[in-house]
């Protein structure tokens, strides 16, 4: 347990500054993530160096197609969200932050998480699984130590955290895979527990204070894959940065929506034709392996720069970050 940031106290309430739900907890109650409880007028994070999911990844796992490509990361989660997906692939640690003492863990420090990604010849640590944001405390914390010792650091994240939250990250991550489950208010209101605009805020927010950015949207059949929606959220993302890459991803049922139909291939080739035809360079299909939806194209001379297969790297013709065939720069963190 640590006290938390980002919260100003009134009496025994406090208000919660880390994300967009900014919400008021009365004394010995928690927050909307389960994971931040009040005591006494002080806030404290109950998650701090409670790591309850840790792998080593490939990178392009996290989706990252820009970074650092073909290397590991150390991916690290504890419980909690700040959204309620009804769709959520990880809601058994996501949703189960009232539940935090019950949730198997390992108690870890951040000398613990650097000395691990390095000795396990990772070139990052990702802050993943479940939502970061809610760790914040023990994730800034670890990002901090790993810079020192030469890693870089990845959030993947549903993009709900405050500005100020969104600041301090500026200070220690290098690259973010934010979420945009849809282009529409309704289905953030009834599907995940949140708002649109503030996650379109963060995107645009973090590409200009130069962090890699990388979207993901899954594409789930009848709620988020209409053709207007689709572009629309296509053309926010060019608006932002037209070689920010789009990871459109395949919906497989589960959790609140396990009767819903799977994502077909044919929706996700017709969202990346989307995705091309409003000025993305990089539109990339998730969750649905070969095709060449993976692979990594030019934009000046449209000749494949990566080669992948699911998530791994088969070729890489890059050459300093510039295209073997024409010399263009492509963008991303090589």
């Known amino acids: 347990m640590k006290e938390a940031r980002f ?4 009496g025994d309430t406090v208000t919660c500054g880390l994300c967009a739900h900014h919400c008021r907890i009365k004394n010995n109650r928690r927050g909307l993530c389960g994971v931040r409880e009040n005591r006494d007028g002080k806030l404290y994070s109950l998650s701090y160096g409670k790591v309850s999911a ?9 989706p ?6 073909g290397t590991l990361t150390y991916s690290i989660a504890t419980v909690g969200c700040n959204f309620k997906c009804l769709h959520c692939q990880n809601y058994s640690l996501s949703q189960a932050g009232l539940q935090i003492q019950r949730i198997p863990h390992v108690r870890k420090d951040p000398v ?18 479940s939502e970061p944001t809610v760790f914040f405390e023990f994730a800034h914390e670890c990002a901090e130590l790993a810079r020192t010792q030469g890693l870089k650091n990845v959030f993947v994240s549903n993009g709900y955290m ?4 969104a600041s301090a990250l500026v200070e220690v991550i290098d690259g973010i895979n934010i979420d945009i489950k849809s282009f529409s208010e309704e289905f953030y209101s009834s599907t995940c527990g949140g708002s649109l605009q503030q996650v379109l805020d963060n995107v ?8 890699w950015v990388e979207a993901t949207t899954l594409v789930i059949p009848q709620l988020n894959d209409s053709e207007e929606e689709l572009r629309r959220l296509a053309e926010f993302i060019c608006s932002v940065d037209p070689s920010l890459p789009w990871h459109v991803s395949a919906f497989r049922p589960t959790y609140k929506m396990a009767d819903r139909l799977p994502t077909g291939s044919e929706a996700l080739i017709r969202a990346r034709e989307i995705g091309h035809s409003a000025g993305l360079h990089h539109v990339y299909i998730g969750n649905i392996h070969g095709g060449g939806g993976e692979n990594t194209d030019c934009p000046t001379c449209s000749r494949t720069v990566i080669h992948r297969h699911g998530f791994t790297v088969r070729r890489n013709l890059l050459e300093q ?4 065939h024409c010399t263009a720069k492509i963008s991303g963190v090589w």
Do not use: W
Not at 7 to 10: H, L, T
Not at 64 to 69: D, G, K, R, S
Not at 162 to 165: L, N, T
């Open 7 to 10: 919260y100003q106290s009134d």
């Open 54 to 62: 840790e792998h080593v990844d490939p990178i392009e796992k996290k």
């Open 64 to 69: 990252l197609f820009h970074f650092l490509p």
């Open 112 to 129: 613990d998480i650097v000395e691990t990604a390095r000795s396990t010849g990772c070139k990052s640590i990702s802050y993943t699984y």
């Open 162 to 165: 405050s500005s100020d939250a």
């Open 204 to 211: 645009s927010f973090f590409r200009q204070q130069g962090v």
């Open 321 to 324: 970050g510039r295209c073997q």
